[in-house]
């Protein structure tokens, strides 16, 4: 690695060197690994981009066209890569347009480490051009930030700011610099990561009598049933919950987050939690007597209604963070810990177990679900297109490597329930904010995360619109994103919600589109459109060869509705079918 | 129209929070509070016997449900040091009020001598002009004394917030001073530069 701090001599490292504070930010982000900047310049932040100039060939800056873009890209980057997104911003509105971004980060657990530039200091509350309080106004949405205002502060603070975006529980953090700061030489002393924060526990201490005691209901439960998230994925603990999962033999469901931790088609993979989950795992949740949730957090769009959830069940809840347990869900065990950790001294105490019966109830369940809904959606007998076949083909021609980056709506609650996944962090989505807009870039982003994959971001009509600038970003930078949108001339999900809960009054989710062919073709993006069952495989397969980003439309019918649904306000066992 | 659904577990708990010394962190620890709307009823927050280590007590009424959860989002803050809640029997808590009224007035009627006594008042300031009396305790006893100088011309009043002592906190000054010896706590900075604006040229 080629960082500063080993180009330091010792006794450079005694006096050190005359650096400016914007030099020491970037020499930070090298010794820090980063791969890839997403940013965008402005009058606050010209100091760190006039380094940049000169750190060119050690850093890869990729200019979005809109705040929110280059942070949903330093997301889309960390969800694929599992390494820290790094996004530049000036102060003013380029800071609070990375507001979304920041609070999608956050509830979504997203490594991310952002840097906004901030008037000078002397002018701090005095309204200068582009000031905003982007300290404040981020609190509520970042896991820690911070104001520079003195260079000499940058080494340590970038520092403290990547341990703390990356540790424990991961999340968003934002440091403010002001202009001075920037400007400031001082005497650089070299670059230490940092390990430790003596107000900081990124992770509770495991206690194996927890451990111990979760075991034992587990040994003795006939019903078991595991549900897992994100957890497992930041955790990087696949191989600990594969294990652990094939060894008790425990049917396993996934929030939307969790997907891909193991491969779609294992046989333990019972399927998708939540409000269009699948069939059995949300009825069956009320009927399991154990209950083993790891390194989720009981959404309620997971959940549904709370005090008809689970009831008959024991609950374990594994978590990194302690504030998580008993917050939705009240827990008869509670095993603090890194699932890392804690899930191999589990699969030890645990005996090896199969549970033919009770995995075959969800089977049937599956069953009736795939007569009641999904043969309908992936092979349908009706003329118009559907999104779920456009997914199904896309398994066809992928067969479940690519990573699917979606978007808010019906299209993400298809994508999820049909797409394949046979890798980890192949499901890119924003779950517990539900931006829309959030795809292309995230794709973007994806894609510098995971250069050999292929990304395709799968995207409503509606959603699109909100983020579509970002054409130009893969244009500049010839991301070779591929481009899906399923187009259903509807703002569908809400659609779907007027049409079941409001008599079908359908208020403002009509929604008209520019020809997307065209408008990429104004960003030297290729694509096509389609809506007829033979040419929706060539025109997939077309998008997947083509070397380089691509759009493809696919027009599909306009009032579908995603069944199976739980509705709002309702248990998960009343879960509709139709 | 709202309809109000009485909580009868709910009652006021103390909280006691141990933290850096860092600017922003206030806030930080606030819309905890008010992002669930929850109303702060008193809030105190200074150097515990450790310089770097700031004590906050908030006092708040909530169920210990809520009160729970509210500490542990608390504690996850990175620079919270630790978190406790408590009800008022398990501390021993107790509330400073001045209260200033003209010296004239009182000096005229014996009565309120007697009354300040019976109320462990004690004046801090005695001018010709006027006089400022002191008292500590629960909130009742320092309304109390409002009420009861009234009469005399009561100038101006203020009360401070809660400070309380947890009855069992057996070994906290022993570790927090194991604790700020092993590693010292930072200085926070401060913004150097906003007494300095006309010397700076900026653009
Ligand atoms: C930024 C934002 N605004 C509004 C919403 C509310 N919302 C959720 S889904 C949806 C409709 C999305 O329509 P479209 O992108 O066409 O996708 P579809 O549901 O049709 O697949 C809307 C408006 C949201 N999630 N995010």
Redesign the pocket.
Known sequence: MDTAQQELTAAEQKTGIELSGSQAVLEALIAEGTDVIFGYPGGAIMPIYDALYDYNDKLNHILVRHEQGGIHAGQGYARASGKVGVVFATSGPGATNLVTGLADAQIDSTPLVCITGQVFAHLLGTDAFQETDVINITTPVTKWNYQVTDATEIPEVLAKAFYIAKSGRPGPVLIDITKNAQFQKFEYKGYTPCKHIRSYRPKPIVRREYVEEAARLINSAKKPFILWGQGVLLGSAEQEFKTFVEKSGIPAAWTILGAGAIPTTHPLNVGMLGMHGNYGPNVLTNECDVLIAIGMRFDDRVTGRLDKYAKQAKVIHFDIDPAEIDKNVQTTVQVWGDCKETLPILTELIEQKQHTEWLAKFNEFTRQEVEAVIKDELFPSSEELTMGEVIQQVNELTNGEAIIVT??????MVACRYAKFNNTRSNITSGGL????FSLPAAIGAKFGAPDKEVIAV?????VQ?TIQELGTIMQFNVGVKILI?N?Q?????RQWQELFNDRRYSFVN?TSPNFVKVAEGYNIPGQSVNDRESLKSALKTMIEHDGSYLLEVMVTKENNVFPMVPQGCSVSEIRLS | MTTHIPNPEKQEYNITVYTENQIGLLTRIAIIFSRRKINIESLNTSPSEIDSIHRFNIVITESENVVSKVCRQIEKQVEVLKVYYNTNEDVIWQEMALYKVPTDEIAEKAIVERLLRENGARAVVIRHDYTVFETTGHREETDALIHKLQPYGLIEFVRSARVMIIKDSEGFNRKLREFESQEPGHEVVENEYLNSADKVFTM
Do not use: A
Not at chain 1, 407 to 412: A, L, P, R, S
Not at chain 1, 434 to 437: K, Q
Not at chain 1, 459 to 463: A, E, R, S, T, Y
């Open positions: 978007d808010v709506g019906q299209h993400q539900g931006t829309m807009g995207i409503g009509d509606g959603g909100m399923l259903n509807f703002l569908g999900m809400v929604i």
